[in-house]
T-cell receptor, first 112, second 112 residues
């Protein structure tokens, strides 16, 4: 089954404790993105990657890092999380620059 | 002003009604237009995808794009309780794979 898998699905942690949210897709897609979703603000792009070792900033990259060492994986790293990063996070992928993205089921992060 | 404006609702209609969902945008360079449906605790799933202006129909769903007015619509005919979800419009200026701007979403409820 074609899917985008995120882990963990839920996480409560404290300010300053480094965390990583993993994203993996089994469709051999080149393009992957991370979004955060907040009430009233919709989905905002954090980072995207057009291929292995190629990443670029989206609209809200501050406080986040990403890496793309393998085609299937695109982890999101919060080096020093803060409460304003409490949000619902989605990973997405697509194999064609002219086709829409497929989304994972989300990771709900709470930073206390 | 946001690049993409979408009425957040909530919108409540009786089963069988025709639903009209709309977004306006300010960036005339947008040429890829998408509608996603998002159920509670799930990731957005693609409903409709259009390039440039015109109409596209898929079953009970019709997407319309009017680039001259910078206005897009999604119509749902014979609405069902299972259509109750949040609907997100999304658009991109050159590639749906990289930089996509989402509306904030409209919450729709279909009353049996």
């Amino acid at each position: 089954e074609a899917q985008v898998t995120q882990n963990p699905r839920y996480l409560i942690t404290v300010t300053g404790k480094k965390l990583t949210v993993t994203c993996s897709q089994n469709m051999n897609h080149e393009y992957m993105s991370w979004y955060r979703q907040d009430p009233g603000l919709g989905l905002r792009q954090i980072y995207y990657s057009m291929n292995v070792e190629v990443t670029d900033k989206g609209d809200v990259p501050e406080g986040y890092k990403v890496s793309r060492k393998e085609k299937r994986n695109f982890p999101l790293i919060l080096e020093s999380p803060s409460p304003n990063q409490t949000s619902l996070y989605f990973c997405a992928s697509t194999g064609d620059s002219n086709q829409p993205q497929h989304f994972g089921d989300g990771t709900r992060l709470s930073i206390l | 002003q946001k690049e993409v404006e979408q009425d957040p609702g909530p919108l409540s209609v009786p089963e069988g009604a025709i639903v009209s969902l709309n977004c306006t945008y300010s960036n005339s360079a947008f040429q890829y237009f998408m509608w996603y449906r998002q159920y509670s605790r799930k990731g957005p799933e693609l409903l409709m995808y259009t390039y440039s202006s015109g109409n596209k129909e898929d079953g009970r769903f019709t997407a319309q794009v009017d680039k001259s007015s910078k206005y897009i619509s999604l119509f749902i005919r014979d609405s069902q309780p299972s259509d109750s979800a949040t609907y997100l419009c999304a658009m991109s200026d050159y590639s749906s794979a990289s930089k996509i701007i989402f509306g904030s979403g409209t919450r729709l409820s279909i009353r049996p």
